[in-house]
DNA sequence: CGTCCAATGCCACTTTTTGCAACAAAGCCT
DNA sequence: AGGCTTTGTTGCAAAAAGTGGCATTGGACG
């Protein structure tokens, strides 16, 4: 990292410094800056004093925090079943090893799991949704790439022909899928043709794909099934699906993990 | 490593570590090049204090840093010269009408802009920022597609050859670019080389081009010239720009709307 | 060979930055 | 509430860095 060696930091390079933990972490704290550039508290405080001026920072009790995170919690849209989604989201996170290139789709689930993706070193990016390129865009050795295309509103990421062509570009390890349903007889759907054969396209690049389907899905008949969605490595789920369901993917050789 | 030995080391050579230490580092001291060349801090900062009259450093307390890192990241950014670059955003919206394809480049300026095209009936927007696709696509009667590539942190939009690709398949009417800075003589200029070729790429694609230039980018020297600025159809700026820059712009046939 | 000149170092002096110490304020535990 | 620890503030002195003047040096050049 930074070298302090035996000469004192120039103050720029410490500015920088806390500036780049803020947009990593959210916050710093003084003692721990100190202690990492070898100089007084006083001196760091100092710093963040006239960062806090500038408006680069918020000072608090102890440290700084972030400006950025406090006001961009915007993005949170409505969820139902948001503790679901966020166990979902960790199952999910769990399977991915620094350095991966890991797709995610858009949709409230992927959203939780690109959360609790941060803090991953050198992960590559790759996805479809406004919000998720924004967030992991702002985190450091993290890279990302959007798929280009029209922007579907309703879910706020790249759909059609452009998107679905540049899936092809990609080499994906692991890839995150949301879907509209789980049949009863264990199918997984979607509601648009699009969003259908975009997911198809998708189980067929990556290495390993995994649906997100919170239990609020369990059930709901959507008209468009996806293609090929048996070849997908499994379903990730925030409780145990319907027994017909589940014994359905079982037969097709698909993992079920349940997040608890 | 560069050698140092008995005899003093040359002038040039001096210049050249300090400006490669400083891409690497983003910043040196001056007492540590001192110790490193064998010569007093007065030779160090006399060498830096011409590279900074050569625009080729930015001075600091106890050393210099790198110009490009300068750049700041893009909240910090969007409250200078607020006022500016929202008049410039009006004047540029200004120029649209309905039913247009209208290209928005990455950046605060153009964020502007976008703020002050909601309201305007059926534009197709396309644009490489995160932020304006987002604020856009949730606007009734907008389409927006997004450039696909990869996201570049600072910007927070896409950049790269996947982008620069994705450009040539629209048919824009009018385009919005930012840019580095303008030059006393009148040229217009980028960060970055991707950043410069892919706003090259698009004064060529667009039927109008137009630069987006607050007052705060006068007289600024980035190292990249755009290609073709000249073909473009003027620049928005938010004050007069300085008459030598002026001056070049008209000759080159290019209009200097000035936003008021 | 002598002179000139640019580059460098040295020095005295100013300005900026930093650390220290003492005290006030805030948080935390019981 | 009371006592203890951590954090914030402030004034001051020391250290480090910046500045400008001047002397020295080592070539370059007539």
């Known amino acids: 990292m930074a070298s302090q060696n035996s000469s004192?930091?120039?103050?720029?390079?410490?500015?920088?410094?806390?500036?780049?933990?803020?947009?990593?972490?959210?916050?710093?704290?003084?003692?721990?800056?100190?202690?990492?550039?070898?100089?007084?508290?006083?001196?760091?405080?100092?710093?963040?004093k006239?960062?806090?001026?500038?408006g680069q920072l918020d000072l608090v009790h102890g440290g700084a925090r972030s400006f950025a995170a406090t006001e961009a919690a915007l993005p949170l849209r409505s969820q139902e079943n948001a503790a679901g989604k966020a166990a979902i989201g960790r199952a999910a996170a769990a399977l991915v090893e620094d350095g991966m290139v890991v797709f995610l789709d858009s949709g409230t689930s992927a959203l939780e799991v690109a959360n609790a993706l941060i803090g991953k070193q050198n992960l590559t990016i790759c996805t479809t949704s406004l919000v998720i390129?924004?967030?992991?865009?702002?985190?450091?050795?993290?890279?990302?790439?959007?798929?280009?295309?029209?922007?579907?509103?309703?879910?706020?990421?790249?759909?059609?022909?452009?998107?679905?062509?540049?899936?092809?570009?990609?080499?994906?390890?692991?890839?995150?899928?949301?879907?509209?349903g789980l049949t009863p007889d264990g199918t997984i759907t979607d509601f648009t043709r699009s969003g259908a054969e975009q997911r198809a396209q998708m189980v067929t690049h990556a290495a390993k794909t995994y649906f997100l389907l919170d239990s609020s899905k369990f059930g709901r008949l959507t008209p468009m099934r996806i293609r090929n969605f048996e070849r997908a490595s499994g379903i990730i789920v925030d409780a145990p699906p319907p027994v017909p369901s589940g014994h359905g993917l079982k037969k097709k050789g698909m993992k079920v993990i349940v997040a608890g």
Do not use: N, W
Not at 21 to 48: C, K, N, P, Q, Y
Not at 50 to 54: F, G, K, Q, S, V
């Open 8 to 48: 004192r930091a120039l103050a720029p390079r410490r500015h920088d410094e806390i500036l780049k933990r803020l947009a990593a972490d959210g916050s710093v704290g003084i003692a721990e800056l100190a202690a990492f550039f070898d100089v007084s508290r006083e001196t760091i405080r100092r710093d963040m």
């Open 50 to 54: 006239l960062l806090a001026e500038r």
């Open 133 to 180: 390129a924004l967030l992991l865009c702002r985190q450091p050795s993290m890279r990302v790439h959007i798929l280009g295309g029209e922007i579907d509103p309703i879910e706020e990421a790249a759909s059609g022909i452009d998107a679905l062509e540049a899936i092809g570009r990609y080499r994906i390890d692991i890839a995150f899928l949301g879907a509209g």
